[in-house]
C-alpha cells in the first residue's frame, strides 16, 4: 500500500528528527546583516565547544611556521587569525557534521550530500554566487531522503530497489510510494527550520529547476549536484546523472571555456578530505 504523505504529517513527524542546529540559521542571518561584527560570530562560536576546539585547533595549525607561532587558546584570536569567511565555513560543517551524526543515517548519504555542498561551494565562487548559501543548499538538498528513511524504512528502500531495477526517475517513484518526493519533503523541512527562501527554494527545486530560474541558488544547486554524480565524487553504487537543465548553467554564468579542470580538481581535493568528517 502506497503511503499518501501531507505536509501536516512531515512537520510533525520532524519533531523526532534531531533539533537543527540554531548557529546555522545565526551565520546565514549573519551575510544580510551589515552590522554584523567579529565579535557577533564569537558569540556564536562559543556556544558550542565542538566547533570552538575545531576553530582554536585551525588557527593554532596555521600559525605553526610563521611568525605567530604561539599557541592560541583564545577564541577572539582564532577568529581573528582564521578570517571571518573561514570561521563561518568551519561552523557550518561541524554543526551539520554533528547533525548528521545525530541523524544515524548512512555515511554515503551524507558523503553525497557533502560532495553536494563542496561542489556547489566551489562552484558559488567560480560564478560569484554566495558561497555560504550554496554550502547549506548542497548539504540540505536531499534532507527529504533522511525523513523518508527514518520514519518510513521499508518503502524507503523499496524506493531505492525500484530505481536501480527500472529506468523511472527516482521522483516519479517517490511519488509512487510516497504521494511526494523528496524535493517537496526537503522544502518542507527548509521552511520548517527558518531557512532563508532562497535555500528553501534550492532544497525543493533541485532536480528541476525551470520554474524558478530567476533564484540562481536553485540553478547552482541543480549544476552542482549533476557535476558531483558526473564526477563519482563518493564512488556510490547506483550512482546516477540527473538530467541536466542547460538553462542552469547559463543563469549562473558557468562558462565551459574557462579552466574546469582546477575547478574539477578542487573539488575532488576538497570533496576527499570533507567526507573523511563522516567515515
Not at 546565514?28 to 560570530?41: P, Q, R, S, V
Not at 531495477?165 to 509512487?176: A, K, N, T, Y
Not at 574539477?264 to 567515515?279: N, S
Given at each position: ?8 504529517e512531515?512537520?510533525e513527524?520532524?519533531?523526532?528528527l534531531?533539533?537543527?542546529p ?20 564569537v ?30 587558546r583564545?577564541?577572539n ?17 561541524v ?6 551524526h ?11 550530500s ?44 523499496m ?5 536501480d ?12 510510494y ?23 527554494s ?6 528541476d ?22 564526477l ?12 541536466f ?6 543563469a ?5 571555456n ?5 575547478l ?16
Open positions: 500500500m502506497p503511503v499518501l504523505l501531507t505536509e501536516a512531515v512537520n513527524r520532524a519533531i523526532n534531531p533539533a537543527f540554531r548557529v546555522v540559521n545565526d551565520i546565514l542571518e549573519t551575510l544580510e546583516d551589515d552590522n554584523a561584527t567579529l565579535g557577533a560570530l558569540q556564536f562560536v562559543e556556544r558550542d565547544p565542538v566547533i570552538t576546539a575545531r576553530i582554536v585547533s585551525i588557527a593554532n595549525s596555521a600559525s605553526m611556521g610563521s611568525r605567530h607561532g604561539s599557541q592560541l583564545d577564541v584570536m582564532a577568529v581573528s587569525r582564521i578570517g571571518l569567511a573561514r570561521v563561518k565555513e568551519i561552523v557550518l560543517n554543526s551539520m557534521a554533528e547533525f548528521a545525530k541523524s544515524q543515517v548512512s555515511s554515503s548519504f551524507w558523503e553525497h557533502v560532495a553536494v555542498a563542496v561542489t556547489a561551494q566551489e562552484l558559488a565562487r567560480f560564478t560569484h554566487i554566495s558561497a555560504d548559501y550554496a554550502l547549506v543548499a548542497g548539504l540540505l538538498h536531499d534532507i527529504g531522503k533522511l525523513w523518508t528513511a527514518r520514519f518510513y524504512p521499508l518503502e524507503f528502500q524506493v531505492r530497489s525500484t530505481v531495477c527500472s529506468e523511472r526517475g527516482i521522483l516519479d517513484v517517490e511519488r509512487q510516497f504521494g511526494m518526493d523528496h524535493c517537496e519533503i526537503s522544502g518542507i523541512l527548509a521552511n520548517r527550520w527558518g531557512l532563508p527562501a532562497p535555500v528553501v534550492a532544497v525543493r527545486h533541485h532536480h529547476p525551470s520554474p524558478v530560474l530567476s533564484e540562481k541558488l536553485v540553478d547552482l544547486t541543480h549544476v552542482a549536484e549533476v557535476f558531483c554524480n558526473a563519482d565524487l563518493t564512488g556510490s553504487e547506483g550512482n546516477q546523472v540527473p538530467s537543465c542547460e538553462a542552469a548553467c547559463i549562473i554564468g558557468f562558462d565551459w574557462q579552466d574546469i579542470n582546477s574539477f580538481g578542487k573539488i575532488e581535493a576538497r570533496t576527499e578530505h570533507a567526507c573523511a568528517v563522516f567515515r
